[in-house]
T-cell receptor
Framework: ETGVTQTPRHLVMGMTNKKSLKCEQH?????MYWYKQSAKKPLELMFV???????ENNSVPSRFSPECPNSSHLFLHLHTLQPEDSALYLC???????????FGEGSRLTVL | GENVEQHPSTLSVQEGDSAVIKCTYS??????FPWYKQELGKRPQLIID?????GEKKDQRIAVTLNKTAKHFSLHITETQPEDSAVYFC??????????FGGGTRLMVKP
C-alpha cells in the first residue's frame, strides 16, 4: 500500500454520462497528478497540482475537468467522453515537483 | 519541452542473462533521471534513480549509467529473474522540474 487510493477501480460509462474519479493521498505530499495510460501512450501526463494550484494542463480536452479541493484530494470529472478515452487513469503524488512519484492503483475507464 | 526516447519497446531475455534498456533525452539542463517498474496489473514504482552529478549508480542487480555529454542513460539488470518481467519506464526531470516519461519497455524474462 503506497498511501494513494483511487476510486472507483473500474468504471463503465456511456458517452453522455457524467462521472468522477477520486484520488486521495495519505502521505502529506504537496503535489498531485493525473496520468492517462493506454496502449498508444503508456504514461501520458494530464494535469499537475502543486499546493492545490494547477501548474500543468497538458493540452487535455475540456471533457476532462480536474478539481483539487485540498492537497490530499484530487478529482477528475468526466463529461461527454469518447470511446478513445477508454484507458487506465493513474493518480500520483509527490513531495515537491521533483520527488518520487507514488501512484495509485488506477481507475480502469471504459467508454461505450 | 523535454523529449525522452526509450528503446527497445520490447525485450525478451533468458533467465540469468542481462538486460539493458536505453533512453535519450533532449534537454541538456535535465538533472534527475528516475526509473519506474510496472508489473502486470500493478502501479508503477520507483526502482532506482540517478542525478546529473553522478555517472553510475548500482543497487544489487540493478544499475543505471548516465552520459551527460551524449544525453543518454541506461538501465542494466544482471542475472535476470522471472520476477523482473514488467514494463520499465525511464524519465527525465528538467530545470523547470517537469518530469517526462519515455515510452516504456516491456521486459520478458523466460525461465
Amino acid at each position: 500500500e503506497t498511501g494513494v487510493t483511487q476510486t472507483p477501480r473500474h468504471l463503465v460509462m456511456g458517452m453522455t454520462n457524467k462521472k468522477s474519479l477520486k484520488c486521495e493521498q495519505h502521505l502529506g505530499h504537496n503535489a498531485m497528478y493525473w496520468y492517462k495510460q493506454s496502449a498508444k501512450k503508456p504514461l501520458e501526463l494530464m494535469f499537475v497540482y502543486n499546493f492545490k494550484e494547477q501548474t500543468e494542463n497538458n493540452s487535455v480536452p475540456s471533457r476532462f475537468s480536474p478539481e483539487c479541493p485540498n492537497s490530499s484530494h484530487l478529482f477528475l470529472h468526466l463529461h461527454t467522453l469518447q470511446p478513445e478515452d477508454s484507458a487506465l487513469y493513474l493518480c500520483a503524488s509527490s513531495q515537491g515537483s521533483t520527488g518520487e512519484l507514488f501512484f495509485g492503483e488506477g481507475s480502469r475507464l471504459t467508454v461505450l | 519541452g523535454e523529449n525522452v526516447e526509450q528503446h527497445p519497446s520490447t525485450l525478451s531475455v533468458q533467465e540469468g542473462d542481462s538486460a539493458v534498456i536505453k533512453c535519450t533525452y533532449s534537454d541538456s539542463a535535465s538533472n534527475y533521471f528516475p526509473w519506474y517498474k510496472q508489473e502486470l496489473g500493478k502501479r508503477p514504482q520507483l526502482i532506482i534513480d540517478i542525478r546529473s552529478n553522478v555517472g553510475e549508480k548500482k543497487d544489487q542487480r540493478i544499475a543505471v549509467t548516465l552520459n551527460k555529454t551524449a544525453k543518454h542513460f541506461s538501465l542494466h539488470i544482471t542475472e535476470t529473474q522471472p520476477e523482473d518481467s514488467a514494463v520499465y519506464f525511464c524519465a527525465a526531470v528538467n530545470a523547470g522540474n517537469m518530469l517526462t516519461f519515455g515510452g516504456g519497455t516491456r521486459l520478458m524474462v523466460k525461465p
